[in-house]
């Protein structure tokens, strides 16, 4: 199974930062790679599909990058709603599997 | 606007089998593949599998054995058996819409609808 490995796991920030998780693959993905948005009590809801694809909805300051092996997503002016924990995926072969998680709060 | 309604037994015993149904509305349910995802605290999220409207089924080879997806067309549902359950099954389980988009010139595969989750609990 290919594993996906999320640094940090939590991190603490504030309102208005800008904000950076890491996702690597163990094998190359090539930009089949999903990030998912957590809320406390809530099913995950998809942010960027495709490595860098903005799912329809989803607010401008969240961007994704990335291809291969190494993936980013960056939040940029931090807003209360986004504390929440953030998932990476692959859907490059299955089993698709997720990342740990990686807990943004304040 | 799309949703998915999912329900089932929270609380089995070992041994016994879990059974989830997951009914989807406002969406066509033969474009798409439909999924199942659990989450525990020591695993994580996990994909069990996905079915699409004409039953074939792909699925977690760590499950596989344990494991029965089918749909049934007529009301756009499907649904999830895992037989033979333990304590490691304890887990809140969603349902899942697969979607299928173009980025680039690669069609990309994420999960776009989710329902709420149904806590199972496996105990003696």
């Known amino acids: 199974d290919f594993q996906m490995t999320q640094s940090p796991s939590s991190l603490s920030a504030s309102v208005g930062d800008r904000v950076t998780i890491t996702c690597r693959a163990s094998?190359?993905?090539?930009?089949?790679l999903n990030w998912y948005q957590q809320r406390p009590g809530k099913a995950p809801e998809v942010l960027i599909y495709?490595?860098?694809a903005l799912q329809g909805g989803v607010p401008s300051r969240f961007s994704g990058s990335g291809s291969g092996t190494d993936f980013t997503l960056t939040i940029n002016s931090l807003q209360p709603e986004d504390f929440a924990t953030y998932y990476c995926?692959?859907?490059?072969?299955?089993?698709?599997?997720f990342g740990q998680g990686t807990t943004v709060d304040i | 606007q799309v949703q998915l309604r999912q329900w089932g037994a929270g609380l089995l015993k070992p041994s016994e089998t879990l059974s989830l149904t997951c009914a989807v509305y406002g969406a066509s349910f033969s474009d798409y593949y439909w999924t199942w995802i659990r989450q525990s605290p020591g695993k994580g999220l996990e994909w069990i599998g996905e079915v699409n409207h004409s039953g074939t089924t792909h699925s977690n080879k760590s499950l596989r054995s344990r494991v029965t997806m089918s749909v049934d067309t007529s009301t756009s549902q499907f649904s999830l058996k895992l037989n033979s359950v333990t304590a490691a099954d304890t887990a809140l389980y969603y349902c899942?819409?697969?979607?299928?988009?173009?980025?680039?010139?690669?069609?990309?595969?994420?999960?776009?609808?989710w329902g709420k989750g149904t806590t199972v609990i496996v105990s003696s």
């Open positions: 899942a819409r697969g979607q299928s988009s173009l980025w680039g010139s690669e069609y990309h595969y994420y999960m776009d609808v």
């Open positions: 995926q692959q859907t490059y072969t299955t089993p698709w599997t």
């Open positions: 094998q190359t993905i090539s930009s089949h």
């Open positions: 495709a490595a860098s």
